[in-house]
Structures are given as C-alpha cells and as structure tokens.
T-cell receptor, first 115, second 114 residues
C-alpha cells in the first residue's frame, strides 16, 4: 500500500511553454501533498505544501506565480511550471501524507528539461 | 528550527565490509527520524524510521539504524555491504510539532566496490 505516482516521468519542453506534473496517491487519501525540487547530486528542497481544498503554502524564495500548485482532490495534486526557462530544469518529486499520519510517501519523480 | 547534518558527502566501502552512514539532527522535542535511499533518476525509497521504542531500528534490505538521544544521532548501518547498495542516502527528521514537514540532510553517496 501507500503508493504515489507521478506523471510524466520525463518531460522536455521549449523555453516559454508551461508544463504540468501530476502527483497521485493511488491507494490512500492524501490530505497533504508536498512538492520538492532536487538539483543534481543535491538534497531535496521543499517548494510548497498543499492541503486539499486550500491554497498551497510556498517556501521562502519559491515564486508562487511560476510554480502553480493545485490540490483539488484527496488523491491528486498538480504542479504547473509556467513560462519555463532552462534554469527550471530539475528533478521534481512529490510526496503525500494521509491525515493523522506522520509518514510521507514519495513519488518516483519527474525529470524536467527545458530547452 | 529543525536541521539534519550528514557530514560525509561520500562513503566508500568494499563489498562484504560493514558500512556506516552518519546522521545527526537538531529538533525541538522528540524526533521522528527517517532514512531514505535514492537510485539514479528515481524517487526516494523508504528504508526505516524511528518513532519511539527500541533505539535499534531494523529496516529494508538488511539496513538498521541506531537512535542515540544523547548524541542526537541516527547513523545508518549494514553489517555486510553489497555493490547494489550503491546509491544516495538521505536522513530526515520531523519534530512532533513540526506540522508534518520533513527536513532532509544533504545526502551521502555510498559507493560499494567489488
């Protein structure tokens, strides 16, 4: 149990376009989802925390207008990178947590490359 | 604020030898501690956790970790390393009242050589 999926696993887009990444909890209801960014050979950087039905809470330095997060249901959160630039190229990982649980379950990640 | 330190960027060990990946933490109150492993271009896989109880925690793939409250450490160990253990390892901590937010260490790359 406790499986989290991400789609797509890899995406290449042109500079200036927008890209949507989906994060789904497959066998549990995720009241909270987290979005992380990971640079090569670096640790995970928390971008934002989203609770179902409410606005996401962004970490300091993360542009909310650039990284749009939607958590419209208990099993789906989306991250949209708007007007992507090459510096947005990175590995994006989501995680999900059920209500009253201390554990987070991580998705497999999405490799974004902006050309 | 809570924090995690993994003092070694890389650990090299020969196959069959014991391995240790170090982790120290700082958090208010009782910690929830986790170890994750990441293979290239993959997400994080859960290895083990300490919440309460026995200080020695056993996890997946033969890994274990020992919670040491006085030293605020949670080192990851394995008695006999395998080449397939080569990966990036992350220690993470969450305080009891931290709003469920995990703080990760910088990661340690484990290289097991045949």
């Amino acid at each position: 149990g406790a499986v989290v999926s991400q789609h797509p696993s890899r995406v290449i887009c042109k500079s200036g376009t927008s890209v949507k990444i989906e994060c789904r909890s497959l066998d549990f209801q995720a009241t909270t989802m987290f979005w992380y960014r990971q640079f090569p050979k670096k640790s995970l950087m928390l971008m934002a925390t989203s609770n179902e039905g409410s606005k996401a809470t962004y970490e300091q330095g993360v542009e909310k207008d650039k990284f749009l997060i939607n958590h419209a249901s208990l099993t789906l959160s989306t991250l949209t990178v708007t007007s992507a630039h090459p510096e947005d190229s990175s590995f994006y990982i989501c995680s999900a947590r059920a209500e009253s649980s201390y554990e987070q379950y991580f998705g497999p990640g999405t490799r974004l490359t902006v050309t | 604020a809570q924090s995690v330190a993994q003092p070694e960027d890389q650990v090299n060990v020969a196959e069959g030898n014991p391995l240790t990946v170090k982790c120290t933490y700082s958090v208010s109150g009782n910690p929830y501690l986790f170890w994750y492993v990441q293979y290239p271009n993959r997400g994080l896989q859960f290895l083990l956790k300490y919440i309460t109880g026995d200080n020695l925690v056993k996890g997946s793939y033969g890994f274990e970790a020992e919670f040491n409250k006085s030293q605020t450490s949670f080192h990851l160990k394995k008695p006999s390393a395998l080449v397939s253990d080569s990966a990036l390892y992350f220690c993470a901590v969450r305080g009891y009242n931290a709003g469920n937010m995990l703080t990760f260490g910088g990661g340690t790359r484990l290289m097991v050589k045949p």
